[in-house]
């Protein structure tokens, strides 16, 4: 074939749905923190990946709704390691151009968390070139999902109150998430 590139193509936009953590600390016989700070050792890993690279966007599903349900022993645990996890990357996000987004359901994570999330956010906006989008999804799931696909629709409808419709679903849209 004459013609094509032998460069393998690289997508402009990957995303991670990291899932498994306690299966992988049940698995090595170690506490369930454990697997937890795996997985920000990989994420740390899959983003200087996707900036060697050259991805466009990054995309982590992080945090899904359901993770809502777990004990608030563990919930804890995760956003104390979501904090800390922020605090000491940050650093390395803007050395390396990467700009950071969260995008969920982000008002029910407290406020400390939250603004943590904020602050973040805003450190690694990118004035000059970026090599990377960081999307971090959080407290994301289809219920959500459907409710922002609903609130742009509305924006695009006038008048229509599509969000308070999806409401009257009631448990057909929960079932989704």
Request: net charge negative; proline share 2%.
């Amino acid at each position: 074939m004459t013609g094509l590139s032998s460069q393998p193509l690289t997508p402009s936009h990957v995303a991670i749905i990291m899932d498994g953590n306690n299966r992988w600390a049940t698995n090595k016989k170690l506490p369930g923190v454990a697997g937890h700070q795996k997985g920000v050792e990989r994420a740390r890993e899959a983003v200087e990946f996707a900036v060697e690279a050259g991805l466009n966007t990054l995309t982590l599903f992080a945090f899904s709704s359901e993770n809502w349900g777990r004990s608030d022993e563990e919930v804890n645990l995760l956003m104390k390691l979501l904090n800390k996890a922020l605090q000491e990357e940050i650093p390395n996000l803007k050395k390396n151009l990467v700009q950071l987004t969260f995008i969920g359901d982000l008002d029910r994570f407290d406020s400390s968390l939250l603004k943590q999330m904020r602050v973040s956010e805003k450190e690694t906006e990118c004035s000059e070139e970026k090599n990377l989008d960081l999307i971090i999804a959080a407290s994301y799931g289809g219920r959500w999902d459907i409710l922002e696909a609903a609130k742009r629709l509305n924006e695009l409808s006038a008048g229509e109150d599509i969000e308070k419709s999806l409401s009257s679903l009631g448990d057909s849209v929960q079932m989704i998430n």
